[in-house]
């Protein structure tokens, strides 16, 4: 993104690309559509097989747990044939032995069957439950060669590993359908001809869609009121295979994509700016000293997300691996709980330090649900020679997803602006009178975010950002998780009634 390609010669390359890939390997993706006729995929759910507490016979997840119109995915399995019923976490998934012919070796991974259908003919769009037709197919792609370009990279399994639904997966391609490895590998394969700004921007198209839309962690989800299942990409944060996975049209997916990379691409070619990318480690960054004017950094939140596993499967394809050594994260699996972290952050928060000027600021965002955390941050950058100027809370609109969905999560990611320390008369954060002056705080927050008449502001989530911003910028330690703010909050029912977390 900071040395696009021509953006004209981007389309042209990247339609050749699809053209010559859909003319060679179109033929993987045909299905016939209800009445017979040909057509292409769109995508098809995949279904992990079990067996039935009841009769021991071999049942489909789907067809044990999902129903449609409405659509609904039950976390009660109900057996067809036998009318046995058990919670899905009870019934056990089917293992098979398989063939790698990538490792040349066998290994064992869940049984899956083909579940349903879903295609097009033209304009028009249909869906149906797998057919003979499909397997048919699925057995001549077993006979295609696996390219050479596919990686064969061992994963460095660490804290995102699942032993349930990783059974088998050892390796980068394991997260790709046999059809899906080959159609990626070939197109990557076909982009590598072309040199310079042009093939990086080839692949960072690819890439693109690839971890999220083209390996077997795209899911399906039922929501209200539809009457299908809906499809969409992997879950952010983690590497998650569900019991359903989706596997999708890869060059329809590409083409979709185009649009919006030949846009960026022509938005940003030809500007007069200058950027600079350096890969290496914050902890040892090669510029001078007082070289620059500002630093804006959004560190790694502790033990959120671990993104160097995250970002395995892309940089396998790249041949170019993160080296984990100064990742600062809590990680069981990297030896790093809150001090190795503070650590990290601190030689981090030095070097930007070090190659500001006299007078220079950094702008950092940052959110955890953890005083711990808080309080490791905090000592980091104050040890690094910082102290919050001001602060505040940066509304991002979309929240990730684990900012969504983890139970304790922030909403609205409190952003600092650090400035040189200097000696500071802060109110201390003993014991004796803390506990009543984290809720008179709250209180007082919580009366300003209801006059306010702002629902947003008025949320648990905002107003714990808000408490941690006050603290910080008093230079005071964030006393609380935000879990205990939560339950306090929670009994907040009548205005002006002040109660602690324990009352």
Request: hydrophobic share 40%; proline share 5%.
């Amino acid at each position: 993104m900071t040395n696009p390609p021509d953006p004209d010669d981007f389309r042209r390359a990247a339609e050749d690309v699809l053209a010559e890939g859909e003319i060679e390997d179109g033929w993987m993706y045909e299905a016939l559509d209800p009445s017979g006729t040909r057509g292409s995929l769109r995508h098809l759910i995949w279904s992990d097989k079990l067996t039935c507490p009841g009769c021991r016979g071999v049942i489909a997840l789907w067809d044990g747990c999902v129903s449609l119109n409405p659509a609904e995915i039950s976390s009660t399995f109900r057996c067809p044939k036998c009318r046995h019923e058990a919670p899905l976490d009870d019934v056990q998934r089917v293992l098979v032995q398989e063939y790698d012919d990538v490792l040349g070796e066998q290994r064992a991974l869940r049984g899956r069957a083909m579940a349903r259908v879903y295609g097009s003919t033209g304009k028009k769009r249909w869906s149906r439950p797998a057919t003979p037709s499909d397997l048919t197919l699925i057995e001549k792609i077993e006979s295609e060669p696996i390219p050479a370009c596919v990686p064969q990279a061992l994963i460095p399994w660490g804290d995102l590993y699942r032993k349930g639904y990783h059974q088998g997966i050892t390796h980068v391609h394991h997260f790709y359908t046999r059809r899906n490895l080959i159609i990626f590998a070939r197109m990557w394969e076909r982009v590598d001809s072309y040199q310079g700004a042009l093939r990086e921007g080839l692949r960072f198209w690819l890439l693109s869609y690839n971890a999220a839309h083209g390996t077997i962690m795209t899911r399906v989800v039922a929501k209200s009121s539809q009457k299908d299942l809906v499809v969409t990409s992997a879950q952010p944060g983690v590497l998650y295979v569900s019991g359903l996975p989706v596997e999708k049209n890869f060059f329809a997916g590409l083409r979709r994509k185009l649009a919006t990379i030949s846009q960026a691409f022509e938005t940003i070619h030809g500007g007069k700016g200058r950027v600079e990318v350096v890969q290496g480690s914050s902890c040892d960054v090669a510029l001078p000293d007082g070289s620059m004017d500002y630093v804006f950094t959004d560190p790694p939140f502790g033990a959120n997300i671990p993104y160097s596993e995250l970002s395995f499967i892309n940089e396998a394809w790249l041949k170019k691996f993160t080296d984990r050594t100064d990742e600062a994260i809590v990680s069981p699996d990297q030896g790093k709980a809150i001090d190795e972290y503070r650590v990290l952050l601190t030689r981090s928060f030095r070097e930007v330090r070090r190659i500001l000027k006299p007078h220079g600021k950094a702008t950092m965002v940052f959110h955890s649900a953890s005083a711990e955390i808080w309080k490791a941050l905090q000592r980091a950058y104050q040890d690094a020679g910082f102290d919050v100027e001001l602060a505040g809370v940066l509304d991002k609109k979309q929240g990730s997803f684990k900012q969504v969905t983890a139970e304790g999560a922030v909403r609205g990611d409190p952003v600092l602006l650090l400035g040189p320390r200097r000696k500071i008369e802060a109110r201390s954060n003993n014991k004796a009178g803390a506990d009543e002056y984290v809720w008179t705080v709250a209180m007082e927050l919580h009366r300003a975010a209801t006059a306010a008449g702002d629902p947003t502001e008025a949320t648990a989530q905002r107003l714990y950002s808000r408490l941690v911003t006050h603290f910080l910028s008093q230079h005071q330690q964030v006393p609380i998780d935000a879990d205990v703010f939560y339950r306090w909050y929670a009994k907040q029912t009548l205005p002006g009634v002040l109660c602690s977390a324990d009352d």
